[in-house]
């Protein structure tokens, strides 16, 4: 079986990839892959410099995420292009890594795709595991973790699908919002009624 882990910005969903992973879970992480497909020398990477010019490197040759992130922020229209470059060798590598898994012998693999749902990637995966916070809560954890104002937070939330959407396509969900003892207890319970299915 194949589930796709989603959340949103601040909800916690990289600290359930994690407790996932410690069960002895694979998770194949959607941010590994993309971070891979836009390494010097890769396709994509000079497809992104074609597009958005030299001016988005960092001085080893890298790609500046920040400033790129700046770029896509605040323009829906460049992140469209963006997305068009690398969500289609992504969502190739994706496939591969969790068809490997499974033909290894995993029964359950995971795979943490932030923008599962924006990016409509519902074939990749069987079901749907949605980490959940309230808006409030993700708009403080924010906040306090990237040190943003509140304005720099809400359009980063704002930028993507609210959690409470995403919450009408999960087959599973986690509440996030109290402590991580209360966060770990969800995952052994979903991940143990899952392995028995």
């Known amino acids: 079986m194949i589930i796709g882990l989603t959340g949103g910005i601040a909800s916690g969903k990289s600290t359930v990839s994690h407790m996932i992973s ?31 010019g030299l001016a ?7 790609i500046n995420r920040e400033k790129l992130g700046e770029i ?8 469209r292009v963006l997305n068009q470059i690398i969500h289609p060798r992504v969502r190739k590598e994706l496939k591969d890594q969790a068809d490997a898994l499974q033909s290894e012998g995993h029964p359950i693999v995971i795979l943490d795709i932030p923008l599962l749902i924006e990016g409509e990637l519902f074939q990749l995966v069987d079901k749907i595991l949605l980490v959940y916070v309230p808006k409030s809560v993700q708009l403080k954890r924010l906040k306090e973790r990237n040190n943003y104002t509140e304005e720099e937070a809400l359009k980063r939330i704002n930028s993507q699908l609210s959690l409470d959407k995403k ?13 991580l003892t ?10 143990n009624k899952l392995k028995a299915l």
Do not use: M
């Open 72 to 79: 896509i922020f605040n323009d829906e229209k460049e992140r």
């Open 56 to 62: 988005i490197l960092k001085q080893d040759g890298q």
């Open 22 to 52: 410690d069960e002895g879970v694979p998770v194949v992480d959607a941010d590994v892959i993309s971070r891979d497909v836009v390494k010097p020398g890769k396709i994509a990477y000079h497809q992104i410099i074609d597009h958005f």
């Open 167 to 179: 919450k009408t396509y999960a087959t599973f969900i986690i509440d996030n919002s109290s402590d």
């Open 182 to 191: 209360h966060t770990r207890e969800q995952v052994t319970t979903l991940l």
